[in-house]
């Protein structure tokens, strides 16, 4: 009965052995041990069109155990995805279609970019999350649209690491019915048996989190146990599912159920056998027998049907409602709303005072209207961080009474680094853009996800609050000094660090704008004066002039709550006849892709120049002589004294800055903008 599938599942296990071998690199043991679940999975209930790998309503799969990722390019191979044997072949190898670890921007039928273990799962909530709101937003009576599962393999590295833990207990409580996890149990981590460190009940774990829980005692062979458990899972709709699959590490392998068959290629010897096992023949490498071809060109067949009856409901579903059809074309080709950029706040130096913090929920109340893909929320410091605007219903199941999967506000509760893992999944299924919240020192919690956006090329936007030692009497646990020198050198973010309303317009707008790279905002708890010549147009230059002087003798640079300083600072210089030029600098990233003159006019040559920003000084050296900002960890004060203390008040950036030009009125001033190739 199961010939077929046993062929096809060993197909996929030699085929897995023999990509590591050429490769001589990677790790065969969790593919053959995942070959049965996946080849069931992928056969008999998934639903993607490889000639479409875009399609909407595909089912979504996650690999989360990415080392494993030998057993996703072979299926995607044998479903007939553009990856062919050569590219098997060139496994791990330079511009391979197949990396050592997925990457969603590389191949085809890849969601999303896992390798750190608990990333793909946890993005795995945030897919199955935009399917929910996608479905409760465009779905109607006969026309489910939006109608996909979203399935992840995960192994016990996953589980162990805490992002998956806060990730699942939000999928949990939102019940999010259309996920379902195929947990590899095969009792090996790296170190050797699970026995030394991992010795918990998986399955009451994730019942406590909410989850239904359904076991499979024989994952290497029982496909019909595999095939029944993932149905099962299915038919419970108000909760995600966790299917623990007992599987044997490197399964037919001389070395199989020990650590030794995780992570080398099989020697030539274990290689033959385990062909000869299977059937095949032991001089042969990359072979795959025509019944497994034709079974899995019924596969693509299948999903090729299942995508153009889809098209037909489109159609039916467009003609009966065409304002919605239109709306969900426009989400997924990417393209934002027509003139929504008009909705953002402009300022004037007449208008109040006011934190960045709070003009950035100003923003919010006006881009969520312009936006409606917009989605996202807080880490339990919605009243802190102010990302909720007033229109807004959360995202919740209806049984709850709290809110609607149509809903876009998210309440991530305190998981920070599970919230941005999450968004990255939200990013990743199209049609959405996410953002995120907490304060900036917290961010560090989410360094692993955050960086994935980065690497991924995905649009989140992280709205951090409480941005520097300006926050006050928290003290240094939550004073950020060193927050934004790792986001700056992290490659492919923006960071902003506005210094009025027009700097968070502009912020904002460039965060949208840009939808292949994530943006971190750092928004300021105090108060700060709208700026005479700021504005959202020279925000994306990432520096700028704002005031100037005809010659002057020193620039004074800063970004955020600073820049008023250097303003107040350089009337300070005026009166002892120093003429001071202030640049804001709300971006380093957008400064740093200006063309060269634009450098030169906001830095002139022969000028020293003196950054002032109240976090660390470490990276200002790529544009200022001189630096002004924190070289220890802060303090429990109030803001104004903290400043004080620090040496960051008008009077005291002006003493800097004297002594500045007095320094360098004998020493030779390198111009810091000249590349010197």
């Known amino acids: 009965m199961f010939e077929i599938d046993n062929l096809s599942t060993n197909t996929i296990r030699v085929l897995a052995a023999d990509t590591v071998k050429k490769s001589n690199s990677g790790h065969p043991g969790a593919p053959m041990g995942c070959a049965a679940m996946s080849h069931v999975l992928f056969s008999k209930f998934m639903k993607f069109n490889p000639e479409n790998p875009k399609w909407v309503s595909r089912d979504r799969f996650v690999l989360s155990n990415g080392h494993a990722c030998a057993l996703q390019y072979v299926l995607l191979h044998l479903c007939g995805y553009d990856v062919s044997m050569d590219d098997l072949k060139s496994f791990r190898q330079m511009n391979s279609k197949c990396p050592g670890h997925p990457e969603n921007f590389m191949t085809a039928g890849i969601e999303v970019t896992t390798?750190?273990?608990?990333?793909?799962?946890?993005?795995?909530?945030?897919?199955?999350m935009a399917e929910a709101n996608f479905a409760a937003t465009f779905n109607k009576e006969a026309f489910p649209v939006i109608d996909n599962y979203t399935y992840a393999i995960l192994g016990d590295g996953c589980l162990q690491e805490g992002v998956s833990a806060e990730a699942a207990s939000l999928a949990g409580h939102l019940k999010l019915g259309k996920l379902i996890a195929l947990y590899d149990d095969n009792k090996i981590q790296i170190d050797g048996s699970t026995d030394l460190s991992f010795t918990e009940d998986v399955c009451k774990r994730f019942e406590a989190y909410g989850w239904q829980t359904l076991t499979v005692e024989n994952g290497d062979?029982?496909?019909q146990a595999i095939a029944d458990a993932i149905a099962e899972a299915k038919k419970v709709t108000d909760k995600p599912t966790l299917i623990k699959i007992r599987t044997t590490i490197g399964y037919g392998s001389l070395l199989q159920g020990s650590e030794k068959v995780h992570g080398a290629p099989l020697s030539n010897d274990d290689l033959a056998q385990l062909k000869t096992k299977f059937g095949f023949d032991p001089a042969q490498s990359f072979a795959v027998p025509e019944e497994v071809r034709n079974y899995?060109?019924?596969?693509?067949?299948?999903?090729?049907?299942?995508?153009?009856?889809?098209?037909?409901?489109?159609?039916q579903y467009a003609a009966q409602y065409p304002e919605l059809a239109a709306e969900l074309k426009r989400r997924i080709?990417?393209?934002?709303?027509?003139?929504?950029?008009?909705?953002?706040?402009?300022?004037?130096?007449?208008?109040?005072?006011?934190a960045t913090r709070k003009l950035s929920e100003i923003a919010l109340n006006k881009i969520a209207e312009a936006v409606p893909e917009l989605v996202g929320g807080s880490a339990d410091l919605t009243h802190s961080n102010l990302t909720r605007w007033k229109s807004a219903v959360d995202f919740q199941h209806e049984s709850t009474g709290l809110g609607?999967?149509?809903?876009?506000?998210?309440?991530?509760?305190?998981?920070?680094?599970?919230?941005?893992?999450i968004c990255n999944g939200i990013a990743s299924y199209g049609g959405l853009i996410p953002f995120c919240s907490t304060f900036l020192n917290f961010i560090s919690y989410a360094l692993g996800a955050s960086r994935l956006s980065s690497l991924s090329h995905l649009r989140v936007i992280y709205v951090m609050t409480h941005d520097s030692i300006g926050l006050g009497e928290?003290?240094?646990?939550?004073?950020?000094?060193?927050?934004?020198?790792?986001?700056?050198?992290?490659?492919n973010t923006l960071v902003f660090r506005p210094a009025d309303g027009n700097?968070?317009?502009?912020?904002?707008?460039?965060?949208?704008?840009n939808n292949l790279r994530p943006s971190v905002l750092a928004l300021s708890r105090q108060n700060l004066p709208q700026l005479a010549g700021s504005s959202i147009e020279n925000t994306l230059k990432g520096a700028y002039v704002l005031s100037d002087v005809a010659n002057p003798a020193i620039v004074l640079v800063a970004t955020g709550s600073e820049v008023s300083a250097c303003v107040e600072a350089a009337k300070e210089l005026a009166k002892n006849n120093i003429q001071a030029r202030v640049v804001s600098m709300p971006s380093m990233e957008l400064f740093d892709e200006q063309e060269q003159s634009y450098k030169e006019s906001v830095f002139p040559r022969g000028v020293p120049v003196l950054s002032v920003e109240a976090l660390s000084t470490f990276g200002w050296s790529k544009y200022a002589h001189a630096s002004i900002g924190m070289t220890t960890f802060g303090a429990s004060a109030p803001a104004n004294q903290l400043y004080e203390k620090f040496g960051m008040t008008p009077p005291a950036i002006a003493d800097k800055a004297m002594k500045t030009v007095e320094y360098y009125k004998s020493e030779p001033l390198p111009y810091l903008m000249v590349k010197p190739f």
């Open 115 to 128: 390798g750190p273990l608990g990333q793909g799962i946890s993005n795995a909530v945030g897919l199955a």
């Open 221 to 223: 062979s029982d496909f």
């Open 296 to 315: 899995y060109k019924n596969v693509k067949e299948q999903g090729a049907r299942l995508e153009a009856d889809w098209n037909v409901m489109f159609e």
């Open 333 to 354: 080709s990417n393209v934002l709303p027509s003139g929504w950029e008009n909705a953002l706040p402009r300022y004037t130096p007449e208008d109040p005072a006011v």
């Open 404 to 421: 609607s999967y149509a809903g876009r506000y998210i309440r991530f509760g305190v998981r920070e680094h599970g919230m941005a893992a």
């Open 474 to 491: 928290d003290g240094p646990t939550h004073q950020p000094v060193e927050t934004l020198t790792t986001l700056r050198a992290t490659p």
């Open 503 to 513: 700097e968070v317009s502009g912020a904002y707008l460039a965060a949208i704008q």
